[in-house]
């Protein structure tokens, strides 16, 4: 039984130990990227009288 008591500690201590990794962790920034392709005043629309712009 001691046994036993002791490998769940273990699996316990690494799971702590593993996880503070991810807590500590750089935080990435939040980067959007909004890109559009041929806009442009020529560009045929549903709105607008058939210009865009």
């Given at each position: 039984m001691r046994?036993?008591?002791r490998s769940i500690f273990t699996l316990l201590l690494c799971g702590l130990w593993l996880s503070a990794g991810t807590a500590?962790?750089?935080k990435k920034p939040?980067?959007?990227v909004i890109w559009g392709d041929d806009?442009?005043?020529d560009n045929i629309s549903a709105y607008h009288r058939g210009l865009m712009g």
């Open positions: 046994s036993w008591t500590f962790a750089a939040n980067i959007v806009i442009g005043q």
